[in-house]
């Protein structure tokens, strides 16, 4: 699994990809979007699939919840537009577009 991390201003996004597949971690979008509760607004988007892995943070080994891109997009459609709702989408959207043209390079010739 190769960890990835973009920075949003002050707040790191890191993301994995595990066998051609990208997954971001859910605490991650929520501190992004100023959430304390990732995981019950995960739920209100519906999204019920669970994927955990362990992570070594300054705070020790954690359990990281992650989620898929399409996953993250049903959360963040959630959320009421604002200027700065609009301009974490533009980031995002680059940061996965950038994602799309290295996987390959990542999983090995998909």
């Known amino acids: ?37 990732p ?21 020790g080994v954690q359990r990281l919840r992650l989620v898929t891109p399409k996953e993250c997009a049903a959360v963040l459609g959630g959320i009421r537009p604002t200027a700065a709702h609009h301009a974490l989408l533009g980031w995002l959207k680059g ?3 950038e994602l799309g043209a290295m996987k390959c390079d990542f999983c090995g010739g998909c």
């Open 39 to 59: 995981s019950r607004r995960l739920e209100r988007a519906g999204v019920v699939s669970s994927r955990y892995r362990l992570a070594d943070t300054n705070g």
């Open 1 to 37: 699994m190769i960890e990835i991390t973009r920075n949003y201003g002050a707040k790191t996004l890191r993301m994995f990809v595990e066998d051609g597949s990208v997954l971001i971690s859910a605490r991650d979008i929520g501190t992004l979007i100023n959430d304390r509760n």
């Open 95 to 97: 940061v996965f577009d």
